[in-house]
């Protein structure tokens, strides 16, 4: 989407403030917060009231939770509540009652995973339409008979009338992303040959039967369907086979059609940096044509609203997205993760302070897939809102906290003890703050990093932080503070390697590629190497919709020819779970050789020479690149201890094994909060 002027604070977003009806519920503007498991559902219920109150503070239309399993088989891993358990029923009251005190509306989503089900939650094997396999919960499922249907339409019947009981506003059915309502609507993995299978009918009447006992189980509140408009994997529903199913949903008493792309086992990306944004929004305007129809034709009472959401982070691209009638409510999930009040400022025309969701996934649907509980990279507070109170901020303190080092910890820490009431110094030797996050900023798909570096510099302003730019500061600059946080960042890593000298680091590959020359050799293929790659091989010129075949067209050759190599290990290592696939795929379909098993032997003036697999060989190159790690800058953390001075030291100028940028953030918010607090 391309960026458009926008009008003055009062007529922005004309679309988006219109209010919409839900069923019986009036929502009084266009921006919901979408569902997104957590991994906290079954921890401490004030903590995740806590999280949940703040999005609807953040002015949130209605907040749809994370799924709440209707069954202990129909749970997606260990950290599923199930709704039917009053242990776990019970604990939703505080955060139904918390939304509602901070004046929001919240909607429970009723889940069942299918052939995704996790067998070591509760020990149980999967169950699904049909037997077939699933490499993402790695088990072969049981094919579900007519009992186990009737049953488990049952169990979102119940989950239903529980969650009106509860007090929720209304609920949604997840039959997206793979799971078994989209498994029954799935040729793929629905091969019956009976009522519940056989035809594209046939294979409907199960998500329709659940959403009519769910509509017959609530009353009157509203009932939202998360339904695949596009399942992204070979052989599944067909567009016209996915326009029936969402007019069958509406004539089974749906209320809204929430519209969700991709399977968890599809290779298209959907929800990576990588993906444009607003990429799929075509897929939800087509599902609103169909029932738009279909009203018109008399096959339905009328029109419901059609929900659109993926990659869609700001205001903007949503206003966009309604005023071209591709949707009539937009679903942000992650964006409220990453700045909770991101409506509530983009009203008051604070979108430049706004912390951009970034694609990443890394603290979100990559925990969300395991144990770990759910947060965020650019916005660690979340989930840990009581721990990390923004209220002190109206307290100042007198104490004075100087922060030196503008990349992601430093930022971070540099915002957390201002929000905690501290008098903040951000000293930075670059011109702008952002550190490693400028870098990434320039590789394709990746412009929001750059971007959240951008809102920080406006943020850290607005909460009066002092940022001093432009040059080192070094120890005496420091010492009258009252704490110093080191958040100096990291180097590349220097190899030993006869020739060496004739390498670029990645650093001054990044600063200036046009330094780089037509064949390139990368020592190292790490994630930052990946990143480089990408950046080199495209070079600008790139179409995500005509690489993944979801739009007809050409791609023009590849900018470079690069080879990236390691010692041992994976391409990508250290990259996040569902990003590294993507992003190791992107590189290769663009021609980028990949080598492991490679032990150097010089930088020569042709490029470098290796063995690989027995073999020695002088991989071509006009320009030979390392990345191969980084070391701390830690010379400012060893003076401050010496003299004695308070201070912490935070990000990778701590240490850079295993280091990322969650953990960087992460403890930039723990140093700054500390700093702040201490001896208040």
């Not at 529903?237 to 199913?245: F, G, I, K, R, Y």
């Not at 990368?522 to 979801?550: K, M, N, P, R, T």
Request: glycine share 12%; hydrophobic share 45%; net charge neutral.
């Amino acid at each position: 989407m391309a960026s458009i002027p926008l009008p003055s604070t009062a007529a922005r977003y004309p679309s988006v403030r219109t209010p919409v009806r839900v069923g019986a519920l009036t929502l009084p503007h266009r921006i919901v917060m979408g569902s997104m498991h957590l991994n906290r559902e079954t921890g401490d219920p004030a903590a995740l009231a806590a999280f949940y109150a703040e999005r609807a503070r953040g002015g949130a239309a209605l907040i749809i939770t994370g799924g709440a399993a209707v069954s202990r088989v129909g749970a997606g891993g260990v950290g599923y509540g199930i709704i039917a358990e009053p242990a776990h029923a019970t604990p939703w009251r505080t955060v139904v009652d918390a939304v509602h005190d901070a004046g929001g509306r919240i909607a429970l989503q009723l889940f069942h995973a299918g052939r995704y089900a996790s067998p070591a939650a509760f020990g149980l094997t999967p169950v699904a339409p049909s037997a077939v396999y699933s490499r993402f919960s790695d088990a072969t499922p049981e094919a579900l008979d007519d009992a186990g249907i009737a049953a488990t339409i049952d169990d979102f019947a119940r989950a239903g009338r529980i969650a009106v009981e509860l007090g929720f506003d209304g609920v949604e059915i997840m039959s997206s992303e793979g799971y078994l309502l989209n498994q029954f609507a799935s040729p793929v993995t629905n091969r019956r040959d009976d009522t519940w299978g056989g035809d594209a009918a046939r294979r409907r009447a199960f998500p329709v039967a659940v959403t009519r006992a769910v509509r017959d189980a609530v009353g009157a509140a509203p009932v939202i369907v998360r339904m695949s408009g596009a399942d992204l994997v070979e052989g599944s529903s067909t567009p016209d086979e996915v326009d029936a199913l969402a007019v069958a949903f509406v004539q089974a008493g749906a209320d809204a059609i929430d519209v969700g792309v991709g399977w968890h086992e599809a290779r298209v990306p959907t929800v990576q940096s990588m993906v444009p944004h607003g990429a799929f929004t075509p897929v939800a305007g087509r599902i609103r044509a169909a029932l738009a129809s279909a009203s018109a034709a008399g096959g339905l009472a009328g029109a419901v609203p059609v929900i659109a959401s993926n990659r869609i982070n700001t205001l903007e691209q949503a206003e966009r997205v309604l005023a071209a009638g591709e949707a009539d409510i937009v679903s942000m999930a992650r964006p409220f993760l990453a700045d909770p009040h991101i409506v509530a400022a983009s009203f008051a025309g604070r979108e430049a302070s706004v912390t951009l969701c970034i694609g990443c996934n890394e603290a979100c649907i990559d925990r969300s897939l395991g144990v770990e509980p759910v947060s965020c990279m650019v916005n660690p507070r979340a989930g840990r809102e009581i721990g990390f109170p923004l209220v002190a901020a109206s307290r100042p303190s007198s104490r004075r906290v100087a922060v030196v080092g503008a990349g992601p910890a430093g930022m971070e820490a540099a915002r957390a003890a201002a929000f905690a009431g501290a008098r903040v110094t951000l000293f930075d030797e670059a011109p702008e703050i952002g550190g490693q996050f400028l870098l990434a900023g320039a590789v394709p798909g990746k412009g929001d990093f750059a971007l959240v570096a951008r809102s920080f510099a406006h943020l850290l302003d607005e909460t009066g932080v002092e940022v001093r730019l432009g040059h080192a500061a070094g120890l005496e600059e420091v010492a009258g503070f009252d704490h110093v946080i080191v958040a100096t960042g990291v180097v590349p890593r220097r190899v030993e390697l006869p020739g060496v000298e004739r390498a670029l680091d990645y650093a001054q590959a990044f600063a200036d590629v046009s330094r780089v020359g037509e064949r390139v050799a990368v020592i190292g293929a790490g994630g930052i190497a990946v990143d480089l790659a990408h950046l080199l091989v495209e070079d600008g010129a790139s179409d995500f919709l005509v690489e993944h075949g979801l739009r007809a067209g050409t791609l023009p050759p590849p900018r470079r020819q690069i080879t990236i190599m390691r010692r041992h290990g994976p391409i990508g290592a250290g990259m996040g779970v569902t990003t590294r696939w993507a992003a190791v795929q992107a590189i290769r379909r663009r021609g980028v050789r990949t080598l492991t098993g490679v032990e150097y032997r010089a930088v020569e003036p042709g490029g470098v020479r290796i063995t690989v697999d027995g073999a020695e060989e002088l991989v071509g190159a006009d320009t030979v690149i390392v990345a191969a790690g980084q070391t701390p800058r830690a010379g400012l953390a060893a003076e401050l201890a010496a003299r004695g001075i308070p201070h912490s030291v935070v990000g990778g100028a701590r240490n850079t094994a295993g280091l990322n940028a969650v953990a960087a953030f992460e403890e930039g918010l723990r140093a700054g909060d500390a700093a702040a607090r201490t001896a208040r």
